[in-house]
Nanobody
């Protein structure tokens, strides 16, 4: 069974940095796109950043030039480096992956359980 587990969230002040990690475990044949999403209280879940298996990245306009997504395919980990954090970045951050569990299985979308990021002075 494929599992995604996030870590690295916490409470920081405006302007500070955090790095989130998402580890993929279980039966994994191939990991395609991976991404980070976030959901603030009372708001819909929104895309933050994605990264393809080849390393191509996309970002939401609100985080461009502040956040960087990366992945280590050998370790099956995706990272989100968040710099110059703002109060508007406060949310639960979720890891997402399009993963084929086996050679004969189509890829499915998997989600982590989320990690809280709070930016406050």
């Amino acid at each position: 069974q494929v599992q995604l587990v996030e870590s690295g969230g916490g409470l920081v002040q405006p302007g500070e940095s955090l790095r989130l990690s998402c580890v993929v475990s279980g039966s994994v044949f191939r990991i395609n796109h991976m991404g980070w999403y976030r959901q603030a209280p009372g708001k819909q879940r929104e895309l933050v950043a994605t990264i393809s298996s080849g390393g191509s990245t996309k970002y939401a306009d609100s985080v461009k030039d502040r956040f960087t997504i990366s992945r280590d395919n050998a370790k099956k980990v995706v990272y989100l480096q968040m710099n110059s954090l703002k109060s508007d970045d406060t949310a639960v951050y979720y890891c997402n992956g399009v993963i084929a569990p086996s050679a004969i299985s189509p890829p499915y979308v998997y989600w982590g359980q989320g990690t809280q990021v709070t930016v406050s002075s």
